[in-house]
């Protein structure tokens, strides 16, 4: 049985650094400190954003399934917010779901959405 890490926002807060920073998305809370250098949208965005609760700016951005297969790797633990940070407005739309071996996250919409053109 695994334990999962759960996050306060002070301990979030203590990540915002390019040698150690994490974001909270959807509840969820991912070490970015590895992908600073290949974020497409640059180091600034994810610095600016580091160890806060990202929620709001990853959605007002629209990241591709792409992005979210990435974040499936980073994550590293549950964020508890003590009350005064806001909501994410859809946790379940950002948080990543498990890839079946051999396959991506889309698989099973793309069947889905092929059979339903024949």
């Known amino acids: 049985m695994s334990d999962v890490k759960t996050f306060t926002t002070a301990d979030l807060a203590a990540h915002t650094s390019k040698n150690s920073l994490y974001l909270a998305v959807g509840g969820k809370v991912y070490d970015c400190t590895d992908f600073i250098d290949e974020h497409p ?34 994550y590293v633990g549950e964020y508890q ?22 396959g991506s996250a889309d698989s099973g919409r793309l069947v889905s959405w092929v059979k339903g053109w024949f």
């Not at 180091?43 to 990241?63: C, N, Q, R, W």
């Not at 003590?82 to 498990?98: E, I, L, V």
């Open 41 to 74: 949208g640059g180091e600034e965005v994810l610095i600016d954003e580091a160890g806060k609760d990202a929620t709001e700016s990853f959605e007002d951005v629209g990241h591709s399934d792409e992005a979210r297969e990435i974040m499936y790797k980073m």
């Open 81 to 102: 917010t003590d009350g005064s940070a806001q909501k994410p407005k859809s946790a379940s739309s950002t948080t990543p779901k498990p890839i079946p071996a051999g």
